[in-house]
């Protein structure tokens, strides 16, 4: 038997989502993070990628000028970081200075990435839709840097434990069982 659920919690059945942290640029340069967890790959050729971010977000105002941003994905042993970012909004506080992250160079691209994230994907600005109550920003992959031992042939490490988002405040991260078929 079938019952009714809440349309307006929807997203939830499609938890857990990997939370990542994205970086975006103000004209001084300074760099905001922001937390996301609704966040796709779109395209291999060209290589795009999505993000769905409000417009009452300050990191929205950011991305739609500079026109680019860096996906940085983050271990499960920084969750309280990933909150941080995505609990307080960068129109009123330095969120790298304050959550400790540190910053380093891209190649390509003005953004900054997270030094403490494990592999980081520097996007360009492709499109931005609006849909709904958030705007679908599409990033071109321009380069993407990785810490060397996170990646073995391309697929994630064992050793490696990225962190998701269930809901309500809650993390969870995955336990490295392999099967291949
Ligand atoms: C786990 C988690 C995931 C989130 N995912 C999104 C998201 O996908 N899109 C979005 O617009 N906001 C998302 N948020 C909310 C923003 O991260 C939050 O409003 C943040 O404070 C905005 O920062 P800013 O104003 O500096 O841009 C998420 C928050 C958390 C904690």
């Not at 988002?165 to 069982?177: A, F, R």
Request: overall charge positive; hydrophobic content about 35%.
């Amino acid at each position: 038997m079938k019952t009714h659920m809440d349309l307006s919690k929807f997203y939830h059945y499609a938890f857990p989502m990997q939370a990542i942290i994205v970086t975006c640029n103000d004209e001084k340069g300074q760099t905001n993070p922001i937390t996301i967890a609704w966040h796709s790959p779109i395209s291999k050729n060209p290589p795009l990628y999505s993000i769905s971010v409000a417009p009452s977000r300050y990191s929205h105002n950011l991305i739609e000028k500079s026109k680019e941003f860096v996906i940085n994905f983050i271990p499960f042993s920084l969750v309280e970081k990933v909150h941080f970012c995505g609990s307080y909004s960068g129109r009123k506080i330095d969120k790298i200075n304050q959550s400790g992250l540190t910053l380093d160079d891209s190649e390509k691209v003005k953004t900054k990435y997270i030094k403490e994230c494990f592999a980081h994907f520097e996007c360009k600005l492709h499109n931005m839709i609006v849909l709904g109550d958030h705007t679908l920003f599409v990033g071109e992959i321009v380069n993407i840097l990785a810490d060397e031992d996170a990646f073995i042939d391309d697929k994630l490490s064992k050793k490696m434990t990225p962190c998701y988002y269930i809901g309500d405040c809650v993390y969870t991260t995955i336990k490295n069982i392999r099967k291949k078929i």
